[in-house]
T-cell receptor, first 115, second 112 residues
């Protein structure tokens, strides 16, 4: 298995532009998580899905952020409009819930820079 | 609200030394605790997972312990090597279907 795939790996954009981050979870996994990592705040959960349904989006900073999971093999995180404070590394992770022990498998991340 | 703290934030040791990384959490009603490794510019790799009913887990030179009642976990690395240099993150979850809450990590440098 190729693991969790994220694209793009790096994104540089200007303030006000729309940014779309993409994630392909591990085949067969039924939970997907989006995290954001910054020096100041560490790793924070933004939103997670079980069986393609958003379960908890309380970590989404504000209405500028939205996430979708149209099917079991694809998810997007969109920021519109982007701001410099959104600069961070965004990680996607997937897991197979219902079995123990369960662990989350992380993608390589997307490093976003908003100028 | 669960909070996870890792001390120290950074650690530098000579090669060959045994070392301990610390993790504490505020809500002892955890489901499991995981230790991850993160290399610069890379994602996270799970090292060890301890279920709430377990006291420790071992993998090679790594040993993780869990004391739920005191809200603490330690990661012991034996005979450290330069290749162990990375950031180590501790994370807990409060149920089988809730996300991980991470500490900010300990940045380890092992000097040859």
């Amino acid at each position: 298995d190729a693991g969790v795939i994220q694209s793009p790996r790096h994104e540089v954009t200007e303030m006000g532009q729309e940014v779309t981050l993409r994630c392909k979870p591990i085949s067969g996994h039924n939970s997907l998580f989006w995290y954001r990592q910054t020096m100041m705040r560490g790793l924070e959960l933004l939103i997670y899905f079980n069986n393609n349904v958003p379960i908890d989006d309380s970590g989404m900073p504000e209405d500028r952020f939205s996430a979708k999971m149209p099917n079991a093999s694809f998810s997007t995180l969109k920021i519109q409009p982007s701001e410099p404070r959104d600069s961070a590394v965004y990680f996607c992770a997937s897991s197979l819930q219902g079995l123990a022990p369960d662990t989350q498998y992380f993608g390589p991340g997307t490093r976003l820079t908003v100028l | 609200k669960q909070e996870v703290t890792q001390i120290p934030a950074a650690l530098s040791v000579p090669e060959g030394e045994n070392l301990v990384l610390n993790c504490s959490f505020t809500d002892s009603a955890i489901y499991n605790l995981q230790w991850f490794r993160q290399d610069p510019g890379k994602g996270l790799t799970s090292l060890l997972l301890i279920q709430s009913s377990q006291r420790e887990q071992t993998s090679g030179r790594l040993n993780a312990s869990l004391d739920k009642s005191s809200g603490r976990s330690t990661l012991y690395i034996a005979a450290s090597q330069p290749g162990d240099s990375a950031t180590y993150l501790c994370a807990v979850t409060n149920s089988g279907n809730t996300p991980l809450v991470f500490g900010k990590g300990t940045r380890l440098s092992v000097i040859a």
